[in-house]
């Protein structure tokens, strides 16, 4: 068992997080014209759209009732999880496909609200309020997810269910690149928590700092979860970083006001498609691991780079992990 996948125990009178919100309405600027009409989350990596890997990541944790934050021009995200009876028919014959079809159906229920402007990422999840109600849910930023076999979320629901606060993600930078990301201050956790995983206590959280002020360097991953009350807290929290309602400033308020505030430090692979650069690297390095592509693939990369020479296409491919954030990403 992965050391992030602890069995649940919730402390008596807590409840266990059981849907997940993904903030999803994002124009994705950085990939037009390409999403001017396919939503980012819907670019393929190699046969899967990047939210099937996200929604996935959230049912091997035992979540099966997601909500989609989406905006104008993003109804295909939900189209991809239902039915299509014409296309399966079509496929009757090819049941491998049909399988695969089928699966993208059956994965969870999926829900979904319009948040009708992008006012930052605090108010996109203020929108699942009715949703959620009052108990503990897990966000999912949509332009990352984890490896399957080296999972992130149950520990982190585990550990919500104990303390009933807030808990976040962290993995390691390098030092001399904090000012790419939002960096957190931190100390020992309470000794009851060692056996869920690597966890640390937040004391606070810096955005982008420069390399000789950052408090550490352990960066904020896009999972989250929240207990109920951070709706409130929301609703409390004036814009802030580019005049957007920012979620860390929301939970900042709830630390501030005495609710605990953790992290587990994530050390397994971390795919991050935010970015065109980091989006090539997870195709690379998911198209080489395929039992059905990897193998020809890695022989046309080794080609490709340098006329068949393996040893500098495993150099690039190192490469490719390191700049992709994290160790063994």
């Not at 997810?145 to 390691?172: D, I, N």
Request: with cysteine; glycine share 8%; net charge negative.
């Amino acid at each position: 068992m992965s050391e992030h996948s602890a069995n649940p125990s919730a402390t008596p009178g807590r409840s266990r997080a059981v849907k997940a919100v993904i903030p999803a309405a994002g124009l994705a600027t950085r990939f037009l014209p390409a999403t001017k009409a396919v939503p980012k989350e819907l670019l393929p990596v190699v046969d899967r759209p990047v939210l099937q890997y996200i929604v996935e990541e959230a049912t091997q944790a035992g979540i099966t009732d997601v909500l989609l934050i989406t905006g104008r021009g993003k109804t295909s995200m939900v189209d991809h999880f239902d039915r299509r009876p014409d296309l399966e028919e079509r496929l009757a014959k090819k049941p491998d496909l049909l399988a695969a079809v089928k699966r993208t159906e059956e994965l969870a229920a999926i829900y979904t609200c319009r948040q009708p402007e992008q006012l930052g990422l605090g108010h996109a999840v203020g929108f699942a309020e009715s949703h959620v109600g009052d108990a503990p849910f897990a966000v999912l930023l949509g332009d990352e997810f984890v490896k399957p076999s080296e999972p992130l979320l149950p520990a982190m629901l585990e550990l919500q269910a104990r303390t009933g606060g807030v808990v976040l993600a962290f993995f390691e930078v390098d030092p001399a690149e904090t000012s790419r990301y939002g960096i957190a201050s931190v100390e020992p956790a309470e000794s009851e928590y060692a056996d869920v995983a690597e966890v640390v206590k937040v004391t606070g959280m810096v955005e982008k700092p420069s390399p000789e002020d950052a408090p550490s360097n352990l960066a904020v991953l896009g999972r989250y979860v929240l207990p109920g009350r951070i709706f409130d807290a929301i609703r409390r929290t004036q814009p802030g970083s580019g005049g957007e309602i920012q979620l860390t400033d929301a939970m900042e308020l709830l630390r501030t006001e005495g609710v605990p505030v953790h992290a587990i430090v994530y050390r397994g692979t971390r795919y991050d498609t935010g970015m065109p650069l980091g989006y090539l690297q997870t195709v690379v390095q998911i198209a080489s691991e395929r039992e059905d592509l990897g193998a020809e693939f890695r022989k046309w990369l080794a080609e490709f780079v340098n006329n068949g020479d393996e040893t500098v296409t495993d150099a690039v491919l190192n490469g490719l992990r390191d700049a992709s954030g994290g160790a063994n990403t």
